[in-house]
T-cell receptor, first 114, second 109 residues
């Protein structure tokens, strides 16, 4: 089974702190994604990556950056956390060439910024 | 519009059928998807349909696709308490998967 692991299920941080959310997948997938999920807004794509050291902005990249130094790991960085970044963050991966385009999700990281 | 649209909430009695509706935006989407999110978990692909199909059935699940109206539906027969979850409609657009806001399915006893 594909496993996408997010390092922290729950985090509490203070405004202005730097926050790292880590995601690791064990199936050698080329593509990795970071979404945030908010009630009534669904999933919104923050950043994605199609290969090591590649990154592309999604729909809401402001206030975030990402790092993909190794194929299996995709990190989301909040340089200076703000209260409006309190959310559930979901990481996903998919292989290139899988015709159905299925995404495999981690269990999510719930971030609270005080 | 640019969004994948679906109602936010559906309440169904146990044993009845649930029908969750969705309208999508890109007529060239190759695949349409239904994802399920159980409480406290990430999303899992429930089923998908290829755009040249009208219907797909998989045990209790039936997916109907109306390409002309860009309308997708998910029918769950004999709804069980374990079906209580958020269901997301999604399309592939510009090599990305675009999700609707999700429909929370609530099961009444």
């Amino acid at each position: 089974d594909v496993k996408v692991t997010q390092s922290s299920r729950y985090l509490v941080k203070r405004t202005g702190e730097k926050v790292f959310l880590e995601c690791v997948q064990d199936m050698d997938h080329e593509n990795m994604f970071w979404y945030r999920q908010d009630p009534g807004l669904g999933l919104r794509l923050i950043y994605f990556s199609y290969d090591v050291k590649m990154k592309e902005k999604g729909d809401i990249p402001e206030g975030y950056s990402v790092s993909r130094e190794k194929k299996e790991r995709f990190s989301l960085i909040l340089e200076s956390a703000s209260t409006n970044q309190t959310s559930m963050y979901l990481c996903a991966s998919s292989p290139t060439g899988l015709n159905t385009g299925e995404l495999f999700f981690g269990e999510g990281s719930r971030l609270t910024v005080l | 519009g640019e969004d994948v649209e679906q109602s936010l909430f559906l309440s169904v009695r146990e044993g009845d059928s649930s029908v969750i509706n969705c309208t999508y935006t890109d007529s060239s989407s190759t695949y349409l998807y239904w994802y399920k999110q159980e409480p406290g978990a990430g999303l899992q692909l429930l089923t998908y349909i290829f755009s040249n199909m009208d219907m797909k059935q998989d045990q209790r699940l039936t997916v109907l696709l109306n390409k002309k109206d860009k309308h997708l539906s998910l029918r769950i027969a004999d709804t069980q308490t374990g079906d209580s979850a958020i269901y997301f409609c999604a399309e592939n657009r510009d090599d990305k998967i675009i999700f609707g806001k999700g429909t929370r399915l609530h099961i009444l006893p």
